[in-house]
């Protein structure tokens, strides 16, 4: 299996916002904890903010989200030891860690956690592709989640120019999750279409004349 790495590019989000001042992580901290992460996250999959990262959509998040297969509670909890401290062992496992070294939390997040709007789904059924939950998986758990955040996400995520394989995915989503989804697209779709309309009436905007014209030079008349 391969594992989460995030691009020089994705991680340069980290390095704008400290250079804006902001309090986050930077680049090299959450690269270091994502190496970290490899050597303990067997079937465990990357989803929230950094996946949304990894999908296109550049944002700040100062937590990983790991989400877990329910057969390898006990195993990833003892993995994460060497490099991780745990803050919260909780009995419905939504486990916190922090970085031993560069104070970059994890939250583990458990296949079948009950969640405002429904069950959160395993590795297994969502799939995943180098070490990251797949996109139908980062849709259904943001789903699921409900906050206004997470929808905001999935808007993002399709401004990046997926939003016609986002809706590709509507139909395999639970029942009682499809009506929400296809509204968050539709906001999507029709921010694109303003965005567009304001960067094509900029682009036709033509910067108006100088009123004052071009300077004439008198001519010098001739001494006969």
């Not at 340069?12 to 490899?38: K, N, P, V, W």
């Not at 999750?177 to 960067?199: P, Q, S, V």
Request: glycine letters at 8%; one cysteine or more.
């Amino acid at each position: 299996m391969e594992y989460a790495v995030l691009t020089r590019e994705e991680l340069s989000i980290y390095d704008f916002g400290r250079g804006m001042g902001m309090d986050t992580h930077s680049s090299e901290a959450i690269a270091h904890t994502l190496a970290d992460m490899q050597k303990a996250q067997g079937d465990a999959l990357i989803a929230g903010g950094v996946a949304v990262i990894h999908y296109g959509y550049k944002r700040y998040t100062h937590v990983i989200d790991i989400l877990y297969p329910n057969h390898d509670e006990a195993d990833i909890l003892r993995r994460l030891k060497k490099d991780f401290k745990i803050v919260l062992k909780a009995e419905n496992g939504w486990h916190h860690f922090e970085h031993r070294k560069t104070k970059v939390r994890l939250e583990l997040i458990p296949e079948g956690g009950l969640t405002q709007y429904g069950f959160i789904p395993g590795p297994k059924i969502v799939g995943g592709e180098n070490g990251f939950v797949s996109l139908f998986g980062l849709v259904w758990m943001k789903l699921v989640s409900g906050r206004e955040k997470n929808d905001a996400d999935l808007m993002e995520v399709a401004k990046t120019g997926q939003l016609s394989s986002m809706r590709k995915l509507c139909e395999k989503l639970p029942a009682e999750l499809r009506e929400r989804y296809t509204a968050i697209l539709d906001r999507a779709e029709r921010e694109l279409r303003t965005d567009k309309g304001r960067i094509e009436n900029a682009d036709r905007a033509e910067e108006p004349k100088s009123r004052y014209g071009k300077l004439k030079r008198k001519r010098k008349k001739a001494r006969a």
